[in-house]
């Protein structure tokens, strides 16, 4: 069973930066997809970024241009840098990881709160 952790959740002003950072247990990590979603208050979970084991990255057009997801398999860990964050921004933000073999398996991390406010 592989466990995940976030950190770097905090308030920030509008323009500001974060950079979040999901720490994987287990030894699945570096064969495994990677995304970050969020959840607004009052909305659905949505997907905002994803790289796959190959490093390839995906973005919702919310975000791009303003998240970068990365990963450092030596450290079992993902990151979202967030930059020009606006007040839109502002929700819970999970990290799910996903592998397909020896069989399918994702699990989620129970969130970091990321608020933008004045």
């Known amino acids: 069973q592989v466990q995940l952790v976030e950190s770097g959740g905090g308030l920030v002003q509008p323009g500001g930066s974060l950079r979040l950072s999901c720490a994987a247990s287990g030894n699945i990590f570096s064969s495994a997809a990677m995304g970050w979603s969020r959840q607004a208050p009052g909305k659905e979970r949505e997907l905002v970024a994803s790289?796959?084991?190959?490093?390839?990255?995906d973005y919702a057009e919310s975000v791009k241009g303003r998240f970068t997801i990365s990963r450092d398999n030596a450290e079992n860990t993902v990151y979202l840098q967030m930059n020009s964050l606006k007040l839109e921004d502002t929700a819970v933000y999970y990290c799910?990881?996903?592998?397909?073999?020896?069989?399918?398996?994702?699990?989620w991390g129970k969130g970091t709160l990321v608020t933008v406010s004045s």
């Open positions: 790289i796959t084991s190959g490093g390839i990255t």
């Open positions: 799910k990881i996903r592998v397909w073999s020896p069989r399918y398996l994702e699990a």
